[in-house]
């Protein structure tokens, strides 16, 4: 079946620091992929998300580029911030029209000051 | 601009008890899901709505029903809760088509004693 593995946290940076969350996935068929952002205490929200290979998705400063040769899709950006800290969820669409997601375990950002 | 909205956010229930979780959309959107997120697990989908009328299970459906009452409710029962399903619960929703991200609302909170 569909799985995604992202790197364990917590992950603890600097303000300013670069960051890389890996995600690789393991799909039948060209799933589409996403990045969801957790806020304390909140919902998830949609990142960013790629529906085809070597696509980029961008927004806010993250980037993360589909990668179907190495079945991955990891987050990065080059200059964190506090607000930044949250969870991440690297997903996959799992499900045609149904469009099931199947995340990873999630991964714990914290940035300090 | 509501969205998802989720009630209660706060639950604490005795083992046995039975509980509703609601779930209402003003997004006109035709397709609504129920997770949970437990720590070090992701998210797992419970039961999902494809459109109005339907209703499927997930990948974790034992000791809960749902009811699509409307295009713009989903509800989620427990008919006996156990403290394995002590949790936060999730409800989303999405548009049907393409790659349309789901949206999720804040959570239920529910602690089972």
């Known amino acids: 079946g569909n799985s995604v593995t992202q790197m364990e946290g917590p992950v603890t940076l600097s303000e300013e620091a670069f960051l890389t969350i890996n995600c690789t996935y393991t799909?039948?068929?060209?799933?589409?992929l996403f990045w969801y952002v957790q806020y304390p205490g909140e919902g998830l929200q949609l990142l960013l998300k790629?529906?085809?290979?070597?696509d980029k998705g961008s927004n806010k400063g993250f980037e993360a580029t589909y990668r179907k040769e190495t079945t991955s899709f990891h987050l990065e950006k080059g200059s964190v911030q506090v607000s930044d800290s949250a969870v991440y969820f690297c997903?996959?669409?799992?499900?045609?029209?149904?469009?099931?997601?199947?995340f990873g375990k999630g991964t714990l950002l914290t940035v300090n000051p | 601009n509501a969205g998802v909205t989720q009630t209660p956010k706060f639950q604490v229930l005795k083992t046995g008890q039975s509980m509703t979780l609601q779930c209402a959309q003003d997004?006109?959107?035709?397709?609504m899901y129920w997770y949970r997120q437990d720590p070090g697990m992701g998210l797992r989908l419970i039961y999902y709505?494809?459109?109005?009328?339907?209703?499927d299970k997930g990948e974790v459906p034992n000791g809960y029903n749902v009811s699509r009452l409307n295009k713009r409710e989903f509800s989620l029962r427990l008919e006996s809760a156990a403290p394995s399903q002590t949790s936060v619960y999730f409800c989303?929703?999405?548009?049907?088509?393409?790659?349309?991200?789901?949206?999720f609302g804040d959570g239920t909170r529910l602690s089972i004693l």
């Open positions: 997004m006109n959107h035709n397709s």
């Open positions: 709505s494809a459109s109005e009328g339907t209703t």
């Open positions: 799909a039948t068929g060209y799933p589409s």
């Open positions: 997903a996959l669409n799992s499900g045609g029209s149904n469009y099931k997601l199947t």
């Open positions: 790629a529906t085809k290979a070597d």
């Open positions: 989303a929703s999405r548009m049907t088509g393409g790659d349309q991200p789901q949206h």
